[in-house]
């Protein structure tokens, strides 16, 4: 699977849109973009993938540039609960691809 | 609707003790799998179930660790004769279909395991 690369911490201002930014510079052409995100003491939570064309769910918006290069995750409206680190990786669908692993993400901390 | 769900949330144990960790996935989810994350660390796979298939066992790290899904649903990670470094947060996710697809694994909030 391709490596992702992630700032380390972000901050944002709670009701402004947070946009996590995700650099996948190695992705192949059948590599999907996963977003998850981990709340302190609970499980990660998936929050949106995609393949090559923007996605966008009851939760954010993935914006994936044309040469898929780096994809953007953006919360429209950040919550204080929205606090947490977020994952980005990219997987190829078969194999034994299913052993995710997450690199350090970005903790992203909203402000009140 | 309801997602994976693993019991109990938390357990303390003394070491050499036997632990049984439960999983429900979410219901028709065909592929199931564990994970432990120590703290601070990163996932890391322990097994993977997907229907009828044999499981891959390849991530368990020793033949303490044994797990079972009974009927293609419930799942049991058995962990014998407790060490200390097996303290971690053993967490369950399940997904829809085979992992030829690109479904998604959802994750339960796991079980924080202790061993004194």
């Known amino acids: 699977d391709a490596k992702t690369t992630q700032p380390p911490s972000m901050d944002c201002a709670e009701g402004r849109a947070a946009n996590l930014p995700c650099n996948h510079s190695?992705?192949?052409?059948?590599?999907?973009v996963y977003w998850y995100r981990q709340i302190h003491s609970q499980g990660p939570q998936y929050i949106i993938h995609?393949?090559?064309n923007n996605e966008t769910n009851e939760m954010a918006s993935l914006i994936i540039t044309e040469d898929r290069k780096s994809s953007t995750l953006i919360l429209p409206h950040a919550t204080l609960r929205d606090t947490a680190v977020y994952y980005c990786?990219?997987?190829?669908?078969?194999?034994?691809?299913?052993?995710?692993?997450f690199g350090k993400g970005t903790l992203l901390t909203v402000n009140p | 609707g309801a997602g994976v769900s693993q019991s109990p949330s938390n357990k303390v144990t003394e070491k050499g003790k036997d632990v049984e960790l439960r999983c429900d996935p979410i219901?028709?989810?065909?592929?199931l799998y564990w994970y432990r994350q120590s703290l601070g660390q990163g996932l890391e796979f322990l097994i993977y179930?997907?229907?009828?298939?044999?499981?891959?066992k390849s991530g368990l790290p020793s033949d303490r660790f044994s797990a079972e899904r009974t009927g293609g649903s419930v799942s049991t990670l058995t962990i014998q004769r407790t060490q200390q470094e097996d303290s971690a947060v053993y967490l369950c996710?399940?997904?829809?279909?085979?992992?030829?697809?690109?479904?998604?694994?959802?994750f339960g909030d796991g079980t924080r395991l202790s061993i004194l």
């Open positions: 996710a399940s997904s829809p279909a085979a992992v030829t697809t690109n479904q998604p694994q959802h």
């Open positions: 190695t992705i192949s052409g059948n590599e999907y």
């Open positions: 995609g393949l090559k």
């Open positions: 990786i990219v997987r190829l669908p078969g194999g034994s691809n299913y052993k995710l692993t």
């Open positions: 219901s028709g989810h065909t592929a």
């Open positions: 179930f997907q229907g009828n298939s044999a499981p891959d």
